[in-house]
């Protein structure tokens, strides 16, 4: 069984920084994406950065020039650095890993930032 454990999460003032890892333990046979998404209160989640196993990635339009997306493949991990927060980020953000046996979630971590 897979296993995601995220870390990171916090309170923040408007402006501030924070970072994200989640890193994956147990029987993996091959990771072909992982990737992280938020929910906020009484809305849907959304993709929020992905990264693929040769490290090509993607962000929403709303967090592009602000948060970056890494990996480290020999640790299984991933990690969201996000810079300039703004209230609007405030969310459960989850680690998600997309393998070749199977699609994974972490339980989130919570991301509040105050005005």
């Known amino acids: 069984q897979v296993q995601l454990v995220e870390s990171g999460g916090g309170l923040v003032q408007y402006g501030g920084s924070l970072r994200l890892s989640c890193a994956a333990s147990g029987t993996i046979f091959g990771v072909n994406a992982m990737g992280w998404y938020r929910q906020a209160p009484g809305k849907e989640r959304e993709l929020v950065a992905g990264?693929?196993?040769?490290?090509?990635?993607n962000y929403a339009e709303s967090v592009k020039g602000r948060f970056t997306i890494s990996r480290d493949n020999a640790k299984n991990t991933v990690y969201l650095q996000m810079n300039s927060l703004k209230p609007e980020d405030t969310a459960v953000y989850y680690c998600r890993l997309m393998g070749v046996a199977g699609d994974y979630w972490g339980q989130g971590t919570q991301v509040t930032v105050s005005s």
């Open positions: 990264i693929s196993s040769g490290t090509r990635a």
